[in-house]
């Protein structure tokens, strides 16, 4: 039965009724708070059990409670946490398999990937909150391999659809997480927009992996949606074949998490939506992610941030970013208006929305995390 609150908008919201109250940052009147999200709103506030109590139907002392809301487009959104590392892996087997048919037709998972859960270390100073334009980066690429490579902006920019993972309890240096307790470390979950150029990334990438086709910016939504509210949503993890070893076993719940990629052009009035995929099709969950981090000692901190990687399903129309989506800029996406993409181009704006839905239970949402490109 759905819960009710006396805050009216919060009944029947998409995205933060009652039973959601996701956290985050933001600034009014020049001050910066800690809050939740409810309904149309923001309320001042610290706890989320306290703050529940106080916005149930049945709930005392309202007038004081109504003091402390916030119309959500008065305030301005920060990054909900102070985010001191971020690791970003590459959870699904369905965009692995895809990314490295590309590239290897014959073999194109290669053959770690069903026993290590493969991430690297990316760049938290660039993480942006939802809504901060970046600018095209520029770097070395290499076209023709018969000639230098040359520098200049990017010219195959690209979006990836992922989950990330808010910290919310560390672990102490040289101490592993063990997987039945990986859970009681996460503050909650949130959107991740990890940008990449992929002309960039081609050459660079071997032998070291990512670096500056993915520091450039990673946009992150601004609320941490909490497991509790998560639960309803918990679906069981895909069986792994061959079985995983025993400190990633068992594997954990997954969550079934509904994710859209929206796109405007300069062009276009409206956005169009581009994929939907669901966080439940990952290989490996949030808890063996964080297992297999801290397995070799690794010490998380409160604010750390891990991403999923890109999110993608079975079909065309569930892969969570451009490389896949247009197979590589060779199936262009068709557009309003007449226009095509094959990968980003100046004045696109991405829009990601994630929600969780089921027969029986409240919807819920992580609200969006958009981000512009400029020149």
């Known amino acids: 039965m759905a819960l009710t609150s006396w805050v009216e908008s919060a009944n029947g919201h998409p995205d933060f009724p009652l039973e959601n109250l996701p956290r985050g940052r933001f600034r009014y009147q020049g001050d910066v708070y800690t809050g939740f999200a409810i309904g149309d709103f923001v309320l001042v506030g610290e706890e989320r059990s306290v703050a529940l109590a106080q916005l149930r139907e049945d709930a005392e002392e309202r007038e004081y409670t109504a003091q402390r809301l916030i119309a959500r487009n008065e305030v301005e959104m920060l990054l909900p946490c102070d985010i001191g590392d971020y690791t970003d892996f590459y959870a699904s087997i369905h965009h692995a398999t895809n990314v490295g048919s590309m590239f290897r037709p014959d073999n194109p998972l290669l053959p770690n990937y069903k026993w290590v859960p493969i991430g690297y270390h990316g760049r ?24 230098p490579p040359a520098f200049g902006p990017s010219k195959r920019l690209d979006y990836e659809m992922e989950v990330g993972v808010i910290i919310g309890k560390g672990n102490v240096l040289g101490e592993p997480i063990p997987i039945a307790a990986a859970e009681e470390h996460i503050a909650g979950l949130c959107l991740v927009n990890d940008w990449s150029a992929r002309d960039i990334q081609t050459w660079e990438y071997q032998p070291l992996g990512p670096f500056l086709s993915k520091n450039f910016a990673t946009s992150i939504s601004p609320w941490i949606v909490s497991l509790d509210a ?3 949503f918990r679906a069981e993890a895909p069986e792994h074949d061959p079985p995983a070893l025993p400190y990633l076993s068992p594997p954990g719940a997954a969550y079934d998490i509904t994710l859209e990629v929206w796109l405007r052009s300069a062009k276009m009035r409206e956005p169009v939506m581009i994929s939907r995929g669901n966080f439940r099709d990952m290989y490996w969950t949030i808890s063996q992610l964080i297992a297999h981090h801290a397995s070799n000692g690794c010490n998380l901190r409160v604010g750390d941030l891990l991403a999923s990687g890109t999110v993608s399903g079975t079909t065309k129309e569930s892969r969570g970013c451009l490389l896949e989506r247009t197979w590589r800029g060779t199936e262009p996406i068709e557009l309003p208006a007449g226009e095509q993409r094959r990968f980003l181009e100046d004045g696109d704006e991405v829009i990601m929305r994630g929600y969780c839905e089921r027969e029986g239970a409240t919807r819920i949402g992580f609200g969006e995390c958009r981000g512009t490109v400029l020149p």
Do not use: E
Request: hydrophobic share 25%; no cysteine; net charge positive.
């Open 230 to 232: 998560l639960a309803p």
């Open 124 to 147: 938290a100073s660039s993480i942006v909150v939802s809504g901060t334009p970046f600018r095209r980066p520029r770097g070395q690429t290499r076209d023709d391999p018969n000639q």
